[in-house]
């Protein structure tokens, strides 16, 4: 089929995974959750089709939404690389002028066809195709003194031969990871801080489907802060998909807590009182680990003390993904990831409420637990009434 300069063309992402990634995973598993993620983070546009192509995942939007499209499909993990492509039969006289425009897309002194062939009824070799397209690009610019280049060329022109062919020269990359959703389900404690949003940015891009779990002591945080981690919750779903956010209504226990425990362990003891909510709403959603923001030695209830002395009340593992790491590092993730700016809005949080002027930092596991019994009597009903009463933001 001759392909007149005048037809329309059809676009198509193309999208890559990383074939390394599906070492130890199940590879159907692997590519199913990543079509599904691809599809449903397109669940909003007009027309979307996406399809699994030999060792490739091709998507289909129509053009005017092919550069969000492209936006949306490099957020979801476990994508390697992109590249926006026209599609043509695989026959040489659809492919040609396709890549004569593709050279024409930006300007360049040398250059380079790159063959893929994998399929092998198309009658011509690779190297074979290559030199061909080649003249057709040089003959094309006729006098312009354009040069082939085999290492370091100024543009690299791609065509890929499949059941159809695919002419590319962008590659966008992607942010790897494994999809959401194939590592299964865990609980993120979500405050309006900098550092849980990475945490849970980090751990989805291992494959973790979060919930997010905020505590919310009104009126000692406002509403606004409860937008606030609302907001930041729906960045996320960026990158994790659709997530339900449990605000957990923390008043009363933030507030006898302060009553009757000893000042310098409330911040550990309520942080305790956290994790104890936490994974019961784990639990009730079916996930099997909880995941927190802290970093070793950030601040007073991050010493290895600290730690322990929070995740001695679950059973369940504690992922913390910013255990290792500096400050900087995390801030600049959550600028990458867009999260920066609203967790540096100024609104109040409810740990900063009630700091005590000298918090316990190498607190001694059974000194807390002594600290905490006056807490213990009506612990249970305090919990339970609080996982009862959280409501869910569905984003
Ligand atoms: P962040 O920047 O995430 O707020 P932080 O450095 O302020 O963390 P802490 O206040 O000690 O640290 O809290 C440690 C972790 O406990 C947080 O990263 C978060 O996972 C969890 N957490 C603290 N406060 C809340 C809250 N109000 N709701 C849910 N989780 C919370
Ligand atoms: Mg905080």
Known sequence: ????????????????????????????????????????????????????????????????????????????????????????????????????????????????????????RFPMKSPDIARHLGGVVLKHYDGQGKKVKMKGADREIWVEIREQTYVYS??????????????????????????????????????????????????????????????????????????????????????????????????LIIRRFMMRIAEKIAEQNGALSLITGESLGQVASQTQEGLAATGDVVAMPVLRPLIGMDKQEIVEIAQDIGTFETSILPYEDCCTIFVPKHPETRPQLDKIRAGEAAMMAEAEAMIANAVAKAEVVRL
Do not use: W
């Open 170 to 267: 962008e590659f966008i990359k992607g942010r790897g990871g494994l999809p959401v959703g194939c590592s299964g389900k865990a609980a993120l404690l979500l405050s309006g801080g900098i550092d849980s949003p990475v945490a849970g940015y980090m751990m989805a891009k291992r494959g973790i489907r979060p919930i997010a779990v905020y505590f919310h002591s009104f009126p000692f945080t406002s509403d606004r802060a409860k937008e606030k981690v609302i907001d930041l919750a729906k960045i996320l779903t960026q990158y994790t998909g659709r997530m339900s956010l449990y605000v957990v209504p923390f008043t009363d226990i933030q507030t006898k807590i302060v009553e009757v425990c000893p000042e310098r362990q409330t911040t």
């Open 1 to 120: 089929m001759q392909l007149t300069e005048n037809q329309p063309r059809e676009h198509v992402i193309l999208v890559r995974y990383g074939e390394i990634a599906l070492k130890g995973l199940n590879r159907h598993t692997f590519i199913d959750m990543l079509v599904k993620n691809i599809r449903n983070t397109l669940g909003h546009f007009e027309s979307v089709d996406v399809k699994k192509v030999q060792g490739r995942i091709v998507v289909h939007v129509s053009d005017v939404e092919l550069s969000a499209g492209m936006e949306a499909v490099s957020r979801v993990f476990g994508v390697v690389s992109l590249s926006p492509a026209t599609v043509v039969p695989s026959e040489m006289a659809a492919v040609e002028p396709v890549v004569r425009e593709e050279a024409d897309k930006a300007p360049f002194d040398s250059f380079k066809v790159c063959v893929k062939r994998s399929d092998k």
